[in-house]
Structures are given as structure tokens and as C-alpha cells.
């Protein structure tokens, strides 16, 4: 079965590599706009199925996997920043606190009428990082192009105090689930995705292990 990423991200692309399935990556078509009133947990799994949709019309014969992810703080959605200071701010409203990162994955066969659409959701608890900490890392670049504008698998994780829930949701594309969805048609990579959460060997995963989702 041909698989088609519906992303352009490099983390996912990354991820999804991991698994073991060939893919070929085409870049989404739609435009992510919030509905009014929706919570981003609803959002974000409006903007995944958008995603894979806007590419499986043109491919339907192939499975399109789309996947976003949002970052809610006292119910309100915080994306990647613009510039250095709008980082600076972003991270200031997460300082000390617990913010949400919630992902949405969709699997699209437009042939064959079939849709699948889930979320994974991951609480992460921010240090009390004094504003030294938070310039030195903003300096680092590393925010841009981030949503929430940290990184935990890269310099971020030292503001990071603790997470409950898949660590590599919060790098972009919960692989758990994903191998969920995808086992209908590619029946090894449960057993791979398996192996990955057990030996937890992409950057940083060891270090917040603790605390982190478990295979049960």
C-alpha cells in the first residue's frame, strides 16, 4: 500500500521514518483557521484531517497520513512564533506552569471512503526558569519554527521540569498511535513502534522517561 505524509515538518518526516514504511511527502493544501468557539483539542484534529484530505483528493488511491499539533494554555491555543520577542512571550505564559500539547492524526483512503481521526494529548510541566535561562535559550534560535517555542528534544529541554503522557508527541507526531492506525495495513510497525518505546533512544526521550507514557 503507498503511503503518503501530508507534512512538509521535518520532526514528522523523522518520526515516521522510524517505523520502517516507505512514504512519499506532499505538502498539504489548506488553510489552518480555527473554527470560532471550538476548544484546540477540536482544532487540531480539524487541521489534521484537513490536511490529509486536501492531498488524498488528489491521490485516492493511496492512504494520506496527516498530523498537527497545538500547544493549550488556560484553554487558549498558543502556535510557533513569529519573531524572537513573540517567543520570549510565549515562553514567559508557560514559565512555572502546565501546558497541554495536543496532537491530531489523520488517516485518509479517499477510494475507498475510509477516515480515520484521533488525538493524543501530553501534559508538560514548565520549570520556574529564571529570565536569564529563558534569554539564553531564545538566543539559541531554536525557538522559531516551534510550536510553543521550545524544543524538547533539543536545547528546550532544560526548561522542562516533567512530562505525563508520549514524549514524541511533543516532538511532533505521537508514533504510538500512529502505529495504531496504520497496522490494518503495514502489520510490523507495531512491533517496531513497540521496540522504539521500549529502548526510548531518540534525544532527550531517556531523560524524561520517568514520567512518560508506558506500554501497558
Same mark, same amino acid.
Given at each position: ?7 512538509? *515538518? %521535518?520532526?514528522?518526516? !523523522?518520526?515516521?521514518? #522510524?517505523?520502517?514504511? =516507505?512514504? $512519499?511527502?506532499? *505538502? %498539504?493544501?489548506?488553510? !489552518?483557521?480555527?473554527? #470560532?468557539?471550538?476548544? =484546540?483539542? $477540536? ?6 484531517? !484537513? ?166
Amino acid at each position: 500500500m503507498h503511503l503518503i505524509l501530508a507534512s512538509t *515538518s %521535518p520532526r514528522r518526516q !523523522e518520526l515516521l521514518a #522510524l517505523l520502517d514504511i =516507505p512514504f $512519499d511527502i506532499m *505538502s %498539504p493544501t489548506c488553510a !489552518e483557521e480555527s473554527t #470560532l468557539g471550538q476548544q =484546540p483539542s $477540536d482544532n487540531v484534529q480539524q487541521f489534521a484531517l !484537513e490536511k490529509a484530505q486536501s492531498v488524498a483528493n488528489q491521490f485516492p488511491n493511496s492512504l494520506v497520513l496527516g498530523g498537527d499539533t497545538l500547544i493549550e494554555i488556560d484553554q487558549h491555543t498558543l502556535g510557533k512564533p513569529w519573531d524572537m520577542a513573540h517567543a520570549t512571550h510565549m515562553l514567559r505564559q508557560l514559565r512555572g506552569r502546565c501546558h497541554q500539547v495536543h496532537s491530531g492524526i489523520s488517516l485518509v483512503w479517499q477510494g475507498r471512503e475510509r477516515r480515520t481521526t484521533t488525538i493524543e494529548t501530553t501534559q508538560v510541566w514548565m520549570k520556574a526558569f529564571t529570565e536569564e535561562d529563558l534569554q539564553n535559550y531564545v538566543k539559541t534560535g531554536e525557538s522559531l519554527g516551534k510550536a510553543g517555542a521550545y524544543s524538547i528534544q533539543g536545547n528546550g529541554s532544560v526548561l522542562i521540569d516533567r512530562v505525563e503522557g508520549d514524549y514524541l508527541n511533543i516532538v511532533g507526531l505521537p508514533l504510538w498511535e500512529v502505529a495504531t492506525i496504520l497496522e490494518p495495513y503495514y502489520p510490523h510497525c507495531a512491533q517496531k513502534a513497540k521496540e522504539l518505546y521500549q529502548t526510548k533512544l531518540y534525544a532527550n526521550w531517556r531523560e524524561f522517561a520517568a514520567s512518560s507514557f508506558e506500554l501497558t
